[in-house]
């Protein structure tokens, strides 16, 4: 079986903090970045298609063909088996809330901007006995752009460059800055696992044709950055950002009274 070599900055890791254990690889857990069983591959043009469906002629965002969108996305995580664990469980969960919320509001969370409005005009996007959709979103939008920027990156590289690397600077730079330290190490950490471009194509792509997913990658992904853009500057609006943000705040204030400096 490949496995991927150990990147020289990857050696003599500190160990993980306490509270942090449950974030490290088990030889089972190695294994499953090139042992999929029967798990169902990435389906490239399935997620083109559901971003697709996503761009409304309105300049709005479709929620049901977004959140199909993650169901796909989150058969690439899986295929990585606990390399991506923390994103997989991450968009897992939200897709769970707003289908939640969408069943109890159907027509309100039909778009995007329909549910931003109707929060916003609703008073609930910061009430605490409830569960902000907009809030909820916003973590499956910063998901996006960990993977979208991820697959871009890899996308552009030879078939035998490593991409532990690639893996850890895209993560710091997207999803990294929302996480808490020690998912951040964690994280870090699991992304030394990462193997070559060529074994991590065969691992979530299987026997899809080579010329399919070189001529369609670039196709999805330039979809994936208009819903991107499009969610970031039409959806969420500035208030709905700037709450979370402030939250975040408060968060990372909170960690640095048990000492944690790390802002990377």
Not at 29 to 46: H, L, M, R, W
Not at 85 to 99: A, D, G, M
Not at 100 to 126: A, W
Request: proline letters at 3%; one cysteine or more; glycine letters at 6%.
């Amino acid at each position: 079986m490949l496995r991927p070599r150990k990147s020289q900055k990857c050696e003599n890791k500190p160990p993980l903090p306490s509270g942090a254990s449950s974030l490290r690889m088990s030889e089972e857990d190695k294994q499953s970045i090139t042992d999929n069983g029967n798990v169902e591959y990435f389906d490239i043009p399935a997620v083109h298609l559901h971003l697709k469906n996503c761009l409304l002629d309105n300049g709005d965002i479709h929620l049901d063909s977004y959140l199909e969108a993650y169901k796909e996305l989150v058969k690439f995580c899986n295929l990585l088996g606990n390399v991506f664990k923390f994103v997989k469980e991450e968009i897992e969960s939200k897709s769970e809330i707003l289908l939640q919320l969408k069943s109890q509001n159907v027509e309100e969370f039909r778009t995007l901007k329909g549910m931003v409005n109707y929060e916003m005009e609703s008073g609930l996007l910061n009430k605490k006995e409830y569960t902000s959709g907009c809030r909820t979103l916003l973590r499956l939008h910063w998901g996006l752009d960990f993977i979208r920027t991820f697959l871009k990156r890899v996308h552009g590289m030879d078939q035998d460059d490593k991409i532990s690397t690639v893996g850890r600077e895209v993560y710091h730079n997207t999803l990294g800055r929302h996480h808490a330290w020690y998912i951040r190490f964690g994280a870090s950490t699991a992304m030394c696992l990462l193997p070559s471009k060529k074994v991590l194509i065969d691992t979530i792509c299987g026997g899809q044709l080579e010329s399919a997913i070189v001529d369609e990658m670039p196709h999805m992904l330039q979809t994936a950055d208009e819903v991107y853009t499009r969610t970031e500057t039409e959806g969420l609006k500035f208030s709905v950002k700037s709450s979370i943000a402030r939250s975040n705040q408060r968060r990372e204030r909170a960690t640095n009274i048990f000492g944690e400096n790390d802002h990377t």
